[in-house]
């Protein structure tokens, strides 16, 4: 991820359009996330709510910065490693890196920078 090449911005979160994806019940996902993203620079900075039973259809080979806000999220690694995100608390991984897939019981509300 390079950051550079744009201006000092404010995002009012509420503001910018949301988008509904609901996992496929093909690839074994359910329940549904709501995105608001913004492109700036070649990098996507969204604002993500997984409902309640979120389970993601696919694992996942982008690299991210997660930083939870509410809720709770469960991430699986492809070498079935887990790790639970709680309010206050991140994760990140690199473009290629470890295939990962993520869920929730509770709903969670998540900053990404992908």
Request: net charge negative; hydrophobic share 40%.
């Amino acid at each position: 991820m390079d950051i550079s090449g744009f201006p000092f911005g404010a995002i009012d979160w509420k503001d910018v359009e949301a988008v509904e994806h609901t996992a496929s019940a093909e690839g074994g996902g359910t329940g549904s996330a709501i995105w608001r993203t913004l492109e700036v620079g070649g990098v996507r900075v969204r604002m993500v709510e997984y409902s309640p039973g979120y389970v993601s259809d696919h694992w996942c080979q982008k690299g991210h910065i997660v930083l939870c806000i509410a809720g709770e999220l469960q991430t699986e690694l492809k070498d079935g490693r887990r790790f639970t995100l709680r309010p206050g608390m991140s994760f990140h991984v690199a473009d290629g890196g470890e295939a990962h897939r993520s869920s929730t019981e509770v709903g969670a509300r998540l900053f990404i920078v992908d």
